[in-house]
């Protein structure tokens, strides 16, 4: 598991987990992704359902509201069972 240096609070006082795996929010894009890895300064970022990374610098990522978090999950298990 690759880390970073300790992660910072968001504006909402929540702290944000960059380690691989965590789930996250690109707040440039609005777009929900899971952390995949780190490379130079910038995280790795793939959307839940799988697709294409894309890098985002650490200052711009924020914890996942529950809504968020909830409708990302709600989308891997679509694609489980092949909807």
Avoid: C, F, I
């Avoid at 609005?30 to 985002?56: N, S």
């Amino acid at each position: 598991m690759v880390t970073m240096t300790a992660p910072n609070p968001d504006a909402h006082g929540h702290t944000v987990s960059r380690d691989v795996g965590a789930l996250v929010v690109d707040r440039r894009s609005g777009k929900v992704g899971v952390v995949m890895g780190h490379v130079g300064t910038y995280v790795q970022l793939r959307p839940p359902r799988g697709g294409r990374e894309w890098d985002v610098s650490p200052e711009d990522v924020r914890s996942p509201t529950p809504t968020e978090e909830l409708s990302a999950k709600v989308a891997v298990a679509n694609r489980r069972w092949g909807r």
